[in-house]
């Protein structure tokens, strides 16, 4: 998958080799080969200093010793990145269309979009983009979803969909942090140089009708199902491991 890094220093105690060596069997909406793959990418990543130092975060943001919070980072980091691999796989094309700035794939971009984009407040992402002006009233809702007016390292993020998929996006967008302009106008010219069939099927995604929002959440749900399962596996993981521990006590 693109822009992850493989890092191979802090996994999570016991789940990660335990979670990888269960045998892979499909369920239903999960790819279980796509999930350890995630699993194994996110336990490298989240708990590794040096991923957060990619992004300039401070010191203070880079470790965590609370387990249950550390938890929480592999979690979200599994549902975005499960997701993006989804989208990836739903729309091929959408990994070689280019960069809307530097370091920063227009593909992640969409799938930060159909992660959270829900079409609630019945905006038009396409009339935005036809108009091509922040100050139309079709697009300042749009905007604020395309473009975070503050930098991403400033506050606790570490649920984020382009913190947990992308960290050379994070650079880029903290570049040019308070300008929604500068991202909206440069996703704007990446989309006007997609083919027209690759326009349309984007719209079909992004757009604010009831197909475009159901399959948002078909995808979604799909992402949520694979967490699930992550979890599942993992709580069976611990509980092994505890009644482990309990027999050694006992000189079992």
């Not at 920063?104 to 108009?131: M, Q, R, W």
């Not at 596996?233 to 482990?244: D, K, L």
Request: some cysteine; hydrophobic content about 35%.
């Amino acid at each position: 998958m693109r822009n992850f890094t493989v890092q191979s220093l802090i996994t999570l105690l016991v789940t990660s080799s335990a979670f990888l060596l269960t045998p892979m069997r499909s369920d239903a909406q999960v790819n279980m080969n796509r999930l350890a793959q995630v699993v194994k990418s996110c336990q490298e990543d989240m708990l590794s200093p040096d991923y957060y130092k990619r992004m300039g975060f401070s010191s203070d943001h880079i470790y965590s010793n609370n387990k249950t919070q550390n938890k929480q980072r592999i979690t979200y980091c599994i549902n975005s990145r499960y997701h993006y691999s989804l989208l990836l796989t739903k729309y091929p094309w959408l990994d070689s269309t280019g960069e809307i700035l530097p370091g920063y794939p227009g593909s992640v971009l969409v799938g930060s979009l159909a992660k959270y984009f829900e079409g609630i407040y019945h905006t038009s992402i396409l009339d935005c983009i036809a108009n091509q002006d922040l100050s139309s009233e079709e697009c300042p809702l749009v905007a604020r979803f395309i473009a975070n007016g503050t930098a991403l390292r400033n506050g606790q993020y570490y649920n984020d969909y382009t913190v947990n998929v992308c960290p050379s996006c994070v650079v880029a967008h903290d570049e040019v942090s308070g300008s929604q302009q500068e991202i909206f106008k440069a996703f704007v010219q990446w989309f006007l140089t997609l083919e027209k069939t690759q326009r349309r099927e984007l719209i079909s995604l992004l757009g604010d009708g009831d197909e475009a929002r159901e399959l948002r959440l078909v995808i979604i749900g799909e992402a949520n199902t694979a967490e699930k399962k992550y979890l599942e596996v993992r709580q069976g993981v611990e509980e092994q491991e505890q009644e482990r521990r309990r027999q050694e006590v006992l000189g079992n």
